[in-house]
C-alpha cells in the first residue's frame, strides 16, 4: 500500500525534525521534505505533490494564515495545522478551520521537544484522517457590499410558541465540525429552541470558538457552564477537555459539565450529550450527526431515537469525513440524511409543523 507523503510547513528547526521523525516512524506515511516558510513550501508543494502538508501559523515572509488561503483557493489540499496553545493561537486556528483546513494540533508553548512526543499518536492519527477527507477549493473572498445591495437573506423568527421552550437541538461533530455546526447555527432563527453542542476539540479553544460564532449567528453562543439555564435562543458549546451533558433541575433543563474518563476515546464525547438527551429530553430532543471520524455517538444517537427524538445525519458528499454520520445511519439512528446546507432548514420546517399540529388540537 502506497504511504501517505508528506510535507512539513514550520520556521523551527526544532518541530521540522521531531515532526519528520514521528512522520517516518510510522509504516503507512513518510516525511518527503520539510520548509522553513511558505516561498519554499510552495515550490515543495509543486515538485513533489505531497498528499498531506502540516503548517505553522507563524513563520516568516509570509503568515501561515495568508499561505493557507492562497493554497485553498489554488491548490486545495489537506492541511493540519500546528497551532500554538494560546489565546491569539485559538483565534487563528478557528481562522484556519474556517480556510479549509482539515484539522490542527495544539503544540505546546513551552517544552516543545517532550509536547511533541507526547502528541505523537494524535498528530499521525490526524494526518491519516486528513489524507482521507474530502477538500474543497475555496471560495474568493468576498467582495465588498456596494450601496444599493440587498443584504443577506435573515432566517425568518420562528414563532414556535412553547415549543422554542420544551425541545433542545444536540449537535455532535468532530473532523470538519467547527465548519459544519457554524453552517447550522448561522441558519437558525433567533428565537430557535436551545441547542447544545459537542465538538471533538481540546481545552484553549471552545471559548475562541463560541466567540466567534456568537458575532456570526442569530442565536446567543457561548462555552457551556456547569449549572447553567438552558435558554431557547441560545446555543452551548462543551469546553474542550470536558464532558457536557443536560439535566433536569425543576422545570429547567440545565447544562452538566464534567471532567471524567474519555469515552470512545474522546473527551468531551457525543456519546455523553446523546446519552444525556435520550434519558432526560425525550421525544422533546432533535439529534443532528455531522462531519466526523469514528463512531462517537452513533449508540447513544440511536437511544435517542427509541426513546422519540428526531435525528439527522449529514449527508457523505457534504462531509469532510463521512465517519460519525456513517455510524449513525447503519446503527438505524437516523430519521433523515441530508446535505449540510439542508438539515437547519428541514429542523425549522419540522419544527413548525408539529407547532401547526399543536395549535390545531387546542
Same mark, same amino acid.
Do not use: W
Given at each position: 500500500?502506497?504511504?501517505?507523503?508528506?510535507?512539513?510547513?514550520?520556521?523551527?528547526?526544532?518541530?521540522?525534525?521531531?515532526?519528520?521523525?514521528?512522520?517516518?516512524?510510522?509504516?503507512?506515511?513518510?516525511?518527503?521534505?520539510?520548509?522553513?516558510?511558505?516561498?519554499?513550501?510552495?515550490?515543495?508543494?509543486?515538485?513533489?505533490?505531497?498528499?498531506?502538508?502540516? /503548517?505553522?501559523?507563524?513563520?516568516?515572509?509570509?503568515?501561515?494564515?495568508?499561505?493557507?488561503?492562497?493554497?485553498?483557493r489554488l491548490r486545495p489540499m489537506p492541511v493540519l495545522m500546528v497551532s500554538t496553545l494560546t489565546e491569539r493561537g485559538a483565534d487563528v486556528t478557528m481562522r484556519a478551520l474556517e480556510l479549509g483546513a482539515i484539522d490542527f494540533v495544539a503544540k505546546p508553548k513551552i517544552g516543545v521537544a517532550d509536547g511533541l512526543k507526547q502528541l505523537a499518536e494524535e498528530i499521525t492519527e490526524k494526518i491519516r484522517i486528513a489524507s482521507k477527507a474530502h477538500v474543497k477549493r475555496a471560495p474568493p473572498p468576498p467582495v465588498s457590499a456596494t450601496p444599493g445591495t440587498p443584504a443577506a437573506a435573515k432566517p425568518p423568527v420562528a414563532?414556535?410558541?412553547?415549543?422554542?421552550?420544551?425541545?433542545?437541538?444536540?449537535?455532535?461533530?468532530?473532523?470538519?465540525?467547527?465548519?459544519?455546526?457554524?453552517?447550522?447555527?448561522?441558519?437558525?432563527?433567533?428565537?430557535?429552541?436551545?441547542?447544545?453542542?459537542?465538538?471533538?476539540?481540546?481545552?484553549?479553544?471552545?471559548?475562541?470558538?463560541?466567540? &466567534?460564532?456568537?458575532?456570526?449567528?442569530?442565536?446567543?453562543?457561548?462555552?457551556?457552564?456547569?449549572?447553567?439555564?438552558?435558554?431557547?435562543?441560545?446555543?452551548?458549546?462543551?469546553?474542550?477537555?470536558?464532558?457536557?451533558?443536560?439535566?433536569?433541575?425543576?422545570?429547567?433543563?440545565?447544562? &452538566?459539565?464534567?471532567?471524567?474518563?474519555?469515552?470512545?476515546?474522546?473527551?468531551?464525547?457525543?456519546?455523553? /450529550?446523546?446519552?444525556?438527551?435520550?434519558?432526560?429530553?425525550?421525544?422533546?430532543?432533535?439529534?443532528?450527526?455531522?462531519?466526523?471520524?469514528?463512531?462517537?455517538?452513533?449508540?447513544?444517537?440511536?437511544?435517542?431515537?427509541?426513546?422519540?427524538?428526531?435525528?439527522?445525519?449529514?449527508?457523505?458528499?457534504?462531509?469532510?469525513?463521512?465517519?460519525?454520520?456513517?455510524?449513525?445511519?447503519?446503527?438505524?439512528?437516523?430519521?433523515?440524511?441530508?446535505?449540510?446546507?439542508?438539515?437547519?432548514?428541514?429542523?425549522?420546517?419540522?419544527?413548525?409543523?408539529?407547532?401547526?399540529?399543536?395549535?390545531?388540537?387546542?
Amino acid at each position: 500500500m502506497a504511504k501517505t507523503r508528506v510535507v512539513v510547513v514550520d520556521d523551527s528547526a526544532l518541530v521540522r525534525s521531531l515532526l519528520a521523525e514521528i512522520i517516518n516512524r510510522q509504516p503507512d506515511m513518510e516525511c518527503i521534505g520539510t520548509a522553513a516558510d511558505p516561498f519554499a513550501a510552495r515550490e515543495m508543494i509543486r515538485n513533489l505533490n505531497p498528499d498531506v502538508i502540516t /503548517l505553522d501559523v507563524e513563520m516568516p515572509r509570509m503568515d501561515g494564515i495568508d499561505f493557507l488561503s492562497k493554497l485553498m483557493r489554488l491548490r486545495p489540499m489537506p492541511v493540519l495545522m500546528v497551532s500554538t496553545l494560546t489565546e491569539r493561537g485559538a483565534d487563528v486556528t478557528m481562522r484556519a478551520l474556517e480556510l479549509g483546513a482539515i484539522d490542527f494540533v495544539a503544540k505546546p508553548k513551552i517544552g516543545v521537544a517532550d509536547g511533541l512526543k507526547q502528541l505523537a499518536e494524535e498528530i499521525t492519527e490526524k494526518i491519516r484522517i486528513a489524507s482521507k477527507a474530502h477538500v474543497k477549493r475555496a471560495p474568493p473572498p468576498p467582495v465588498s457590499a456596494t450601496p444599493g445591495t440587498p443584504a443577506a437573506a435573515k432566517p425568518p423568527v420562528a414563532n414556535l410558541g412553547r415549543l422554542s421552550t420544551e425541545k433542545i437541538i444536540f449537535i455532535g461533530a468532530s473532523t470538519g465540525g467547527t465548519e459544519a455546526t457554524k453552517e447550522v447555527l448561522m441558519n437558525l432563527p433567533a428565537d430557535a429552541p436551545a441547542v447544545v453542542i459537542t465538538q471533538h476539540m481540546p481545552p484553549g479553544f471552545t471559548r475562541s470558538y463560541a466567540a &466567534r460564532l456568537d458575532t456570526l449567528c442569530k442565536i446567543r453562543v457561548k462555552e457551556a457552564v456547569d449549572g447553567e439555564r438552558i435558554l431557547p435562543g441560545h446555543a452551548y458549546i462543551a469546553p474542550g477537555g470536558l464532558h457536557l451533558s443536560v439535566e433536569r433541575s425543576g422545570a429547567n433543563y440545565v447544562a &452538566r459539565v464534567r471532567d471524567g474518563e474519555p469515552v470512545n476515546r474522546h473527551k468531551p464525547s457525543v456519546e455523553v /450529550l446523546f446519552e444525556s438527551a435520550a434519558r432526560v429530553v425525550g421525544q422533546n430532543a432533535f439529534g443532528i450527526m455531522l462531519t466526523g471520524m469514528g463512531a462517537d455517538g452513533a449508540k447513544a444517537m440511536k437511544t435517542m431515537r427509541d426513546a422519540g427524538s428526531y435525528n439527522y445525519a449529514q449527508n457523505e458528499s457534504t462531509c469532510v469525513v463521512f465517519g460519525m454520520p456513517r455510524e449513525a445511519i447503519q446503527h438505524g439512528a437516523a430519521n433523515e440524511v441530508l446535505p449540510l446546507q439542508d438539515i437547519a432548514t428541514h429542523l425549522m420546517e419540522k419544527l413548525r409543523s408539529m407547532h401547526g399540529a399543536l395549535l390545531h388540537r387546542v
